[in-house]
């Protein structure tokens, strides 16, 4: 007996310390907080990263803090588990909110799920313009609208003297957002999009291959991007072996694929080679290459056998700075308000019957969006549950490996090789190129034409007439 009562007392004892174990790491007591990527994808690797440091980071900065972040971290596997993931960390964890996730066609539907709740659904990746619509008021985004770029694409395509492109998007809410502000800015400068075609989100080396068989009848040599990163490296590797990726073809990426073109694989960036694409800028800064040290080492413990060159991008920064932001108004809205919630009542009973709505998701909502700060991705200012547009890009070009600058684009100066201090000082007129040389395709120094007769055409036969009389008809071979 006695025995037995001591197992007991040591059994409760052990129950004891798991307890205080967990409320001293924030296990039991800390803020949820779901967070939904698509792991296999470079995008979602280094976001899971740039989340883990940023949490790490900040309570390290404010150890004074009583909230402390608690992450979930669920794997969309590229949209299949997206929706079950988001409801798991609803019904099991009961989350506060759901950061991600990653793709604009999961926001979508997990938006529904954030008006049901009120649970506020944060992303730092998402950047169709059709996200931020008051039917969807629980979502928020830290990043600008695709549209915020195009203007910087179209001065591309004036100050080189392309008259027709040829645009090649997703299809998927995240491609098809951009398209009529694309289409737009082109016809202000009399540019005609020749043609439009959309890459399936199953599309197979067969299906790829296809499309640039029909590309090489066109006439028109000038192709805007505007895919998901994945579909990038089979895109321009089937480009490359079909031979797209010689003289004379020119191929524009939008910052899609421009703020993660790090973290490609270096055979990518090979056949990528000749590319021109915008890309979101940000000054370099000492606390800029300090985080660059530490977030590297970090993304290598995770990804051992990913080569060791430099993933940092604005959408690393991105979740950096969300995370600090997202801490703060944690902070403010305090834990102990965060775990009060009321069952939400439906009157026809589903699997999604034990999810209960969020008593602070309101508040939580208005401190994430009220709380205005300068991060290390600029000036963060999500008021619009949106970010505040961007008016620099940077042109770049990619060469083998890796890419060059070729210069920046302003809202104000147009393009230029040097960042202007004077925005307010055009850089001349929108058609003149101030950027610095361009290595095409191929390795060639010659701008390219934009055009040319097509490859595969069918034959076009002319009968022509004979006459004694040269004053009237006169035939000769060129």
């Keep these: 007996m006695e025995k037995a009562r001591a197992a007991i007392l040591f059994l409760l004892l052990l129950i004891d310390f798991a307890a205080v174990a967990r409320n001293a790491t924030g296990e039991e007591d800390g803020f949820h907080v779901g967070v939904i990527l698509d792991l296999g994808s470079p995008v979602g690797k280094v976001a899971r990263t740039s989340v883990l440091l940023a949490v790490q980071d900040f309570y390290a900065v404010h150890r004074n803090y009583s909230t402390k972040l608690v992450l979930h971290i669920r794997d969309s596997m590229g949209d299949v588990q997206a929706a079950s993931a ?23 539907f997990i938006s529904s799920l954030g008006n049901l709740t009120e649970v506020p659904i944060v992303s730092f990746t998402t950047t169709s313009p059709s996200l931020t619509s008051d039917r969807m008021p629980y979502i928020a985004r830290e990043t600008p609208d695709d549209s915020a770029q195009v203007n910087s694409i179209d001065s591309l395509v004036q100050a080189y003297g392309w008259r027709e492109v040829v645009a090649v998007y997703d299809d998927t809410d995240y491609g098809r957002g951009i398209l009529p502000y694309l289409i737009d800015a082109l016809q202000e400068i009399d540019v ?100 660059s040290i530490t977030w590297n080492r970090m993304y290598q413990h995770d990804n051992p056998d990913e080569s060791p060159f430099n993933k940092l991008s604005i959408v690393v920064l991105w979740g950096y700075d969300m995370r600090w932001s997202f801490a703060h108004a944690a902070e403010k809205v305090g834990v102990s308000n965060a775990r009060d919630k009321q069952p939400w009542s439906t009157k026809n009973s589903t699997c999604l019957e034990s999810i209960v709505i969020s008593t602070n998701g309101p508040e939580l909502l208005a401190a994430i969006v009220q709380n205005k700060f300068n991060g290390l991705s600029g000036e963060l200012d999500i008021t619009n549950r949106r970010r505040l547009q961007v008016s620099m890009f940077q042109i770049i070009n990619v060469l083998g ?32 190129i101030d950027l610095n040389p361009v290595i095409w395709p191929r390795d060639s120094t010659k701008i390219p034409m934009g ?6 055409v069918k034959k076009l036969r002319v009968g022509l007439h004979s006459s004694e009389y040269p004053e009237f008809i006169k035939t000769y071979k060129d």
Excluded: C
């Design 86 to 108: 988001a409801i798991e960390l609803l019904e099991k964890y009961q989350v506060q909110a759901i950061i991600g996730p990653q793709k604009s066609s999961e926001a979508m």
């Design 192 to 291: 005609r999009v020749a043609y439009s075609t959309v890459i399936p989100s199953a599309a197979t080396h067969v299906t790829i291959v296809q499309e640039l068989n029909g590309f090489m009848a066109m006439q028109t040599r000038v192709f805007i991007v505007h895919i998901s990163s994945t579909m990038t490296s089979l895109l321009f590797t089937k480009a490359k072996e079909v031979e797209m990726m010689n003289k004379g073809f020119v191929w524009i990426t939008t910052n899609g694929v421009g703020n993660i073109i790090d973290s490609l694989s270096p055979s990518v960036n090979e056949a990528m080679s000749g590319v021109l694409g915008v890309r979101y800028h940000v000054p370099r800064s000492q606390e800029l290459d300090n985080l």
């Design 451 to 456: 055009s040319k007769i097509p490859i595969v």
């Design 401 to 432: 490996r890796g890419w060059r600058e070729m210069g920046f684009w302003n809202a104000k100066s147009g393009l230029s090789r040097q960042l202007k201090r004077d925005d307010f000082k055009k850089a001349g007129p929108a058609s003149m």
